[in-house]
């Protein structure tokens, strides 16, 4: 072979690479902005303006409508935040939509083994709930509402059950659908954890404890995920935290 049909068989290559290479830097960028200005969000932090006026519910739009206002269900809204389903979900999912793989998103695939080890990993995932009662730390960050009356544990469980809702579904989109998948595209072995690395950051403002818990959890999450190629085993367990969550803070 001539050096100039190396050349030529080189630059083609970097031709057909780039392109496959850009979209999953594209989502890694991507992730980590919308995350991280969600923490600005969350903070209210003022870097060149006040990031706390995008701090919207679903209730502070559907009392706009004259029809709406009166009605006291609106409020069971007020926790849905938009921000997170808008710019973790539906955004993303518009924008990378030829990356979407829904054979991840699809319980047809799983064989007996997964139902196993989702059932394991269940069982794994709420008992480790007990350290809410155990934890002081915990136990400031997740008070107790056992104490409420029936009609306020209800408004307080629909409240908490639509925020759930409004950031659940993005944050194992975003996390462990487009950026496990993007950075595995860059890296097959290793990519991986970079997604780790993401979501414990993400949670570094709450308890060591539950720190701790977020990066062992998305350390089984990711992996399993990647060797399946199925994201919901992941979205399952985690919804099942966070329910089983308000649960024990309403009945303790």
Same mark, same amino acid.
């Given at each position: ?136 730390? /915990?136990? +400031? !960050?997740?008070? *107790? ?6 009609? @306020? $544990?209800?408004?307080?469980? %629909?409240?908490? =059950? ?49 720190? /701790?818990? +977020? !990066?062992?959890? *998305? ?6 995920? @990647? $060797?399946?190629?199925?994201? %919901?085993?992941? =979205? ?17």
């Amino acid at each position: 072979m001539t050096n100039d049909h190396k050349k030529i068989t080189q630059e083609k290559n970097s031709k057909e690479t780039t392109p496959h290479r850009l979209l999953p830097i594209l989502i890694i960028i991507y992730s980590v902005s919308v995350l991280s200005i969600d923490l600005l969000i969350t903070f209210n932090i003022n870097f060149f303006f006040s990031w706390g006026v995008f701090n919207f519910s679903l209730t502070d739009i559907l009392i706009k409508i004259p029809f709406l206002r009166s009605y006291p269900y609106v409020y069971l809204f007020e926790n849905f935040d938009l921000y997170k389903t808008i710019f973790w979900l539906l955004v993303p999912f518009i924008l990378f939509n030829k990356f979407i793989d829904l054979q991840w998103l699809s319980i047809k695939h799983w064989q007996k083994q997964d139902y196993l080890v989702f059932l394991i990993f269940c069982l794994l995932c709420l008992s480790s709930l007990g350290f809410v009662f155990l934890s002081p730390t /915990l136990q +400031m !960050f997740y008070p *107790s509402m056992g104490s409420l009356p029936i009609k @306020q $544990k209800a408004i307080y469980f %629909l409240q908490q =059950f639509f925020w759930i809702i409004s950031w659940l579904p993005g944050w194992e989109f975003l996390n462990r659908h487009l950026l496990l998948r993007a950075c595995r595209e860059l890296s097959k072995s290793y990519g991986w954890f970079f997604v780790t690395i993401v979501e414990t950051l993400y949670h570094i403002y709450k308890a060591m404890l539950e720190i /701790l818990g +977020m !990066f062992i959890f *998305s350390i089984v999450a990711c992996l399993w995920s @990647q $060797k399946r190629e199925n994201n %919901l085993m992941a =979205f399952f367990c985690h919804f099942i935290i966070e329910v089983g969550l308000i649960l024990i803070l309403l009945i303790t």
